[in-house]
């Protein structure tokens, strides 16, 4: 018998391959594997609700894993940090839950987070978490053009390559573009998302915020199903995978 | 005749031993000389305001230098930022200012602001940004201590040994304990202060906030004064050198 537990795990991608495992190269899962394995004795599985890219960040992952020895679960998140320092990945939370629960299956909603500054000097404390911009953005127009977006739709052109998912048709509950002052954020939510899906977007309403496109632009690519069409990637410093919904949650 | 320029200047102090020049250690003032000295082709020395120590940052420091060769002002920042790079030290704007203007003797006021992060797992994007504080802290009581040294006082209980200002009397004319969720912000503004005398005050604080002492406590050890009274010293990872103020500035 074993304990099934649920991770709520925070991440600064920087340092990482991103978080799938991967034979010789740092990644988030094997980072928290090997830190569970330092805990249970054995070699433990940790299924993740996302496979973020390299160096994209995480502020709610959510993971599970089974462990042999059961363990008092209020102990279970300070263990495991014990072990994964001082890699920037910290369990934020961890609780027991039933066999039935799977971090990805059972997930029926991620929301993503996309932090752009706009500003001419090099980063200092967010080097690698933010996207510098160093022109002025119009956001209204980024917003009109988010809104063609939203809803369910053939998102072939803002899929990559690799992307081994079996359809391109998602649906996209939300797409806000939000200014705080010079600070620019793109959130969304959809119940899954395609391979670089945020980041595709993203590229593309930055292309209309600098006036490079009009917002109708966004429509046009939309609707030509077609990867070649799309504006320029946005880096992986700015994507945060921001929470996982399942049901039953507050 | 020389050009006169003033600079406003954020770094991540996390690499640096402090602003202050130090043979064969990299220091902020150091890494601004370099690129000075690149752009003018002699040795420059760079004025700050504030001497900050060791591992605190500065989102609003303020500088001075002497251009031997005179250039377009809207260039200066950029060509400053190109020899920066990739050090986290960013000139965010650059202004002629006439020859009675002096980074240090002509500042009115300095601004601070300490970040701590109540929590219990270890930092991720913000390690040696902020301070965590792993048990809760009682920000009404915070306050309440703080209250006591507003003003002018004798601060010898909060100013370290190695302090080199004639004087322990200053008057502090805001200090302020706010929480934003997990994230308890002090700021406070004077027109000078001692050295290490905010983390000193952070630092007695948070005993107050933790419980350890009561607010009045506070208000004791200001008044024993005396360097062994005081609480443990808040460590530099917090600090934020935020503004210096000047006479007609806006």
């Given at each position: 018998m074993t304990q099934r537990i649920r991770l709520l795990v925070e991440y600064d991608g920087r340092p990482f391959y991103g978080w799938q495992r991967q034979e010789g190269q740092p990644s988030v899962q094997g980072a928290l594997e090997s830190a569970a394995e330092a805990l249970d004795g054995k070699p433990v599985f940790v299924q993740g609700a996302g496979r973020t890219d390299a160096g994209v960040h995480a502020t709610g992952q959510v993971a599970h894993l089974d462990l042999t020895k059961p363990r008092p679960i209020r102990k279970v998140a300070d263990a495991l940090n014990y072990h994964l320092r001082p890699d920037p990945i910290a369990v934020l939370t961890a609780e027991d839950v039933t066999e039935d629960f799977h971090a990805r299956f059972s997930a029926t909603g991620r929301a993503y987070r996309y932090i752009i500054q706009?500003?001419?000097?090099?980063?200092?404390?967010?080097?690698?978490?933010?996207?510098?911009?160093?022109?002025?953005?119009?956001?209204?127009?980024?917003?009109?053009?988010?809104?063609?977006?939203?809803?369910?739709?053939?998102?072939?052109?803002?899929?990559?390559?690799?992307?081994?998912?079996?359809?391109?048709?998602?649906?996209?509950?939300?797409?806000?573009?939000?200014?705080?002052?010079?600070?620019?954020?793109?959130?969304?939510?959809?119940?899954s998302f395609l391979h670089r899906q945020v980041r595709s977007i993203v590229g593309s309403l930055v292309e209309v915020g600098r006036g490079m496109q009009e917002p109708g632009w966004v429509k046009d690519i939309l609707e030509a199903r077609d990867r070649a069409a799309c504006g320029p990637v946005a880096p992986a410093d700015g994507l945060y995978l921001e929470r996982v919904m399942y049901d039953g949650d507050a």
């Open positions: 706009v500003r001419r000097a090099h980063l200092t404390f967010d080097k690698g978490l933010i996207w510098r911009v160093p022109v002025p953005l119009d956001v209204r127009k980024m917003q009109e053009a988010a809104d063609h977006l939203i809803g369910e739709h053939d998102f072939s052109t803002f899929r990559d390559a690799q992307c081994q998912a079996k359809s391109p048709v998602k649906t996209l509950d939300t797409l806000n573009v939000s200014a705080y002052g010079d600070r620019i954020e793109v959130t969304t939510t959809a119940r």
